[in-house]
């Protein structure tokens, strides 16, 4: 079974300041990897994929991730943060399947920036 | 592109009530599209696989009596809660996977959100 662990709750980080939001993964083969945002009282943003090819992924907003196969993570960066990325980041490991299966997502870590 | 619409977005009901809630993929087609549930500072609880022209698939002990999902195009899905409850209070939340077109066929795009507070 496919699981995902993202250990940090709660991370509070300067306005300008380097972001990296760990997650984890468990399953058995190479899977696809996805983060997405959600804000308060909405649905959940994609901000980037991994499926295949080069590991470090350039996705929307500014943010990267790494897929590190010998560690099973996929964690997410962005090298300075603005006040708008406050929020909830969710980490999914999905099967690579070729076609479309479930994805199972991380508990979250909720984002806050200080000026 | 990829615009997924959830309506509505707040809804209070009195205990006892049903309350429908639909999901549209607004420029995409999609076969599956999926309905999940999300408590206070928790994840996604995926309730159900919603699969057009066809029967939902309900996750482990997801009530499908009292989740009836419906799929009647390649663009709707709507959930009714029947008899709702104060415990059916929660966010509920839809994700639409296209079946089609340009857009990637195995990434979920997801709707606003609906907050059901059942009195």
């Known amino acids: 079974a496919q699981s995902v662990t993202q250990p940090d709750i709660h991370i509070t980080v300067s306005e300008g300041a380097s972001l990296e939001l760990r997650c984890n993964y468990s399953y058995g083969a190479t899977p696809y990897l996805f983060w997405y945002v959600q804000s308060p009282g909405q649905g959940l943003q994609l901000l980037l994929k991994y499926f295949s090819g080069d590991t470090l992924v350039q996705g929307i907003k500014g943010f990267e991730a790494e897929f590190k196969r010998s560690q099973s993570s996929f964690n997410l960066r962005k090298p300075s943060v603005h006040w708008s990325d406050a929020a909830e980041y969710f980490c999914a490991v999905g099967p690579n399947s070729g076609g479309y299966q479930k994805v199972t997502f991380g508990i979250g870590t909720k984002l806050q920036v200080i000026p | 592109g990829a615009v997924v619409s959830q309506h509505p977005s707040r809804v209070i009901c009195k205990s006892g009530t049903s309350v429908k809630i639909e999901c549209r993929s607004l420029?995409?087609?999609?076969?599956?599209m999926f309905w999940y549930r999300q408590f206070p500072k928790q994840s996604l609880m995926l309730m159900a696989t919603?699969?057009?022209?066809?029967?939902?698939?309900?996750e482990q002990g997801v009530e499908k009596d009292k989740f009836l999902i419906n799929h009647a195009s390649l663009t709707l899905s709507t959930l009714t809660v029947t008899s709702a409850h104060p415990e059916d209070s929660s966010f509920y939340i839809c994700?639409?996977?296209?079946?089609?077109?340009?857009?990637?066929?195995?990434?979920?795009?997801f709707g606003a959100g609906t907050r059901l507070s059942v009195l």
């Open positions: 919603s699969n057009e022209g066809s029967k939902a698939t309900y």
């Open positions: 994700s639409a996977v296209p079946s089609g077109g340009i857009l990637a066929k195995n990434i979920q795009y």
């Open positions: 420029d995409f087609q999609a076969t599956t």
